[in-house]
């Protein structure tokens, strides 16, 4: 898709024209279909941001994708005061927009659609599907007439778009032809609405079937499904999105929330199989490495974690033999109903030697190789784990259960049940809290919402994305604040304007935080790329707060959880 029309010149003239047309108007015909408020926008191709102004106005979330820095400078200036987030992207590969995380309850396609080349419509369409939820809408204009060549424009039908729609389960709620705004007799705009029943992609019933129907002489294939699970809710940094929608995670860090899962289980002598006890019978890891291994604590399985000596030695044989069994086992066993074909097919790579140290980060995971999760079923994960989890980890504990009476065996409930919970550093903030109090001895701490000085003993380490909305306990998401402001704050999100005032503050708390020792801000980094969606290889604090910006709206969207200002 060309956008060296938008550019420069040409483009802040076609930017103040788009201005001079009236949304509620254009849109009147359609009114009734947009869904009610609060809900999720993508605006593909926003240009001006006329559009996602009103519709921020009225009370949406909206994203608003332009891929002409032009248009996007023109709009942030014009609509500075308008609650939206701008993104660049474009179709047919909406990347940066895949890599967010979120669905939207509808997207808009005005006046894009005959820039894309009739070779990568297919795609482009793919792609439009899978970012809506159940039930979402597409709203989509065609420019239908003369084309434009010189700004890249092709012919395009109503035909080819429906018949696109039906492949992907989607079908027509509304199709009308209106005349061109600006008075071009030699055009017309043929107006659609699509719409998908449900979430088209198949995710949840192969995933049920993996989960309740499929044979299991283990827990294996629970296990890698719960380890995918936990790398899409809490780790979607590391996702590499495809070309065709599939997603990449790295070997290393399905190993890593393989160990943190079954860690307390074996530790606690919960059968995995019916002939197991302990590490007996056990294949993913050997004695001589568990008796190392299970003297740590299931959080020291993490990334950003550090070992040295024998321990960087032990874990890092664990990670190789529990990749080299998912591998063999539950990712070669666990297929598509009725098929041979692995749902996750595995890539090996050549993990490194390690000597004495061990640092936990993206690309010592990535050496292990790479595992393929298709595209529907890792948006599926990223966007429903809340509801998956549960269903996991009660079909474990059935298995467990089962395992344990063919052995004769009756388990404490309490037991099993603590066993299973997926150990995050909690709301432990101590470390935060210290480094605070030290910063204080030489130079006043304010509070990142208000700007007002702390008082030694008197303030809070706050969630910036509430614990409640999404539990992350890294470095980037916690901010020193007013004890009041942080009861007021509570679980809700802070609005996109209320972050976006308090940027200045945030950046100079990572600064003075997290910059001045060597490895804590090697983990800071690590945290942040492990769990934000960043738009830039050259990762500094800019980039990381852009991202804590997206992954801020893809919580809004995804859970519509209460928003807070001062």
């Known amino acids: 898709m060309s956008i060296e029309a938008y550019e420069g010149e040409s483009g802040r003239l076609l930017a103040n024209r788009y201005e001079t047309v009236n949304p509620e108007e254009l849109f009147s015909p359609v009114i009734d279909l947009l869904p009610s408020q609060p809900a999720a926008f993508l605006d593909v191709g926003a240009g001006s941001g006329r559009d996602a102004a009103w519709f921020a106005e009225l009370g949406y979330t909206v994203l608003a994708v332009e891929p002409a820095a032009t248009m996007r400078s023109f709009g942030m200036k014009r609509h500075k005061d308008s609650?939206?987030?701008?993104?660049?992207?474009?179709?047919?590969?909406?990347?940066?927009?895949?890599?967010?995380?979120?669905?939207?309850?509808?997207?808009?396609?005005?006046?894009?659609?005959?820039?894309?080349?009739?070779?990568?419509?297919?795609?482009?369409?793919?792609?439009?599907?899978?970012?809506?939820?159940?039930?979402?809408?597409?709203?989509?204009?065609?420019?239908?007439?003369?084309?434009?060549?010189?700004?890249?424009?092709?012919?395009?039908?109503?035909?080819?778009?429906?018949?696109?729609?039906?492949?992907?389960?989607?079908?027509?709620?509304?199709?009308?032809?209106?005349?061109?705004?600006?008075?071009?007799?030699?055009?017309?705009?043929?107006?659609?609405?699509?719409?998908?029943?449900?979430?088209?992609?198949?995710?949840?019933?192969?995933?049920?079937?993996?989960?309740?129907?499929?044979?299991?002489?283990?827990?294996?294939?629970?296990?890698?499904?719960?380890?995918?699970?936990?790398?899409?809710?809490?780790?979607?940094?590391?996702?590499?999105?495809?070309?065709?929608?599939?997603?990449?995670?790295?070997?290393?860090?399905?190993?890593?929330?393989?160990?943190?899962?079954?860690?307390?289980?074996?530790?606690?002598?919960?059968?995995?199989?019916?002939?197991?006890?302990?590490?007996k019978n056990l294949g993913f890891v050997k004695k001589e490495t568990w008796n190392v291994v299970s003297e740590l604590v299931p959080i020291d399985f993490r990334v950003g974690s550090r070992f040295t000596g024998e321990n960087a030695k032990t874990v890092h044989n664990a990670l190789r033999e529990a990749a080299a069994t998912i591998t063999r086992m539950p990712a070669y066993h666990m297929t598509y109903p009725g098929m041979d074909e692995p749902i996750f097919p595995v890539v090996r790579g050549r993990a490194r030697r390690i000597s004495n140290q061990l640092i936990i980060d993206e690309p010592y995971l990535s050496s292990f190789g790479k595992m393929l999760i298709p595209g529907n079923i890792w948006r599926t994960m990223v966007r429903f784990d809340a509801w998956i989890e549960p269903a996991l980890v009660a079909e474990w504990i059935r298995l467990m259960q089962g395992y344990a009476q063919t052995q004769g065996r009756e388990i404490d409930q309490t037991v099993i049940y603590n066993a299973m919970q997926w150990l995050d550093p909690s709301r432990n903030v101590r470390f935060v809290r210290d480094q605070t109090k030290q910063l204080m001895q030489s130079k006043p701490v304010h509070c990142v919402w208000s700007g007002k000085r702390l008082g030694k003993n008197n303030f809070d380490v706050d969630h910036c994305l509430s614990w409640a909305a999404w539990p992350c306990a890294d470095l980037w998401n916690l901010l020193p604040s007013s004890p009041v402001i942080n009861r007021r704050k509570s679980d809700k999100l802070p609005y996109a304007e209320m972050l976006d005032r308090s940027s200045d503050r945030i950046l100079e708390w990572w600064n003075r935080a997290w910059t001045q020792n060597e490895a804590v801000e090697k983990r800071f980094l690590m945290e942040a790329k492990a769990s934000l969606p960043l738009f830039s290889e050259n990762i500094d604090h800019e980039t990381i707060f852009d991202g804590l910006q997206k992954r801020r709206f893809a919580i809004r969207s995804d859970h519509q959880i209460a928003e807070w200002s001062l």
């Open 83 to 279: 609650q939206f987030e701008w993104l660049d992207d474009s179709l047919p590969g909406l990347k940066e927009v895949y890599r967010i995380g979120t669905a939207f309850d509808a997207i808009f396609v005005s006046a894009v659609w005959m820039h894309v080349p009739p070779n990568a419509r297919e795609r482009a369409f793919r792609k439009l599907a899978g970012l809506l939820k159940p039930g979402g809408k597409l709203f989509i204009s065609l420019r239908m007439g003369q084309v434009d060549q010189s700004r890249s424009m092709h012919p395009v039908s109503s035909e080819e778009l429906i018949s696109l729609a039906q492949v992907n389960g989607m079908s027509v709620v509304y199709q009308q032809s209106r005349p061109d705004v600006w008075g071009r007799t030699e055009l017309l705009w043929e107006q659609l609405v699509l719409q998908l029943h449900d979430d088209g992609t198949d995710a949840l019933p192969i995933l049920r079937h993996v989960v309740l129907n499929d044979a299991k002489s283990s827990t294996y294939k629970l296990g890698l499904l719960r380890s995918v699970a936990r790398a899409a809710d809490g780790s979607q940094g590391m996702a590499e999105h495809g070309s065709e929608g599939e997603v990449y995670i790295p070997l290393g860090l399905v190993a890593l929330n393989w160990l943190r899962l079954y860690h307390p289980l074996i530790n606690s002598d919960l059968p995995q199989s019916p002939k197991n006890r302990g590490i």
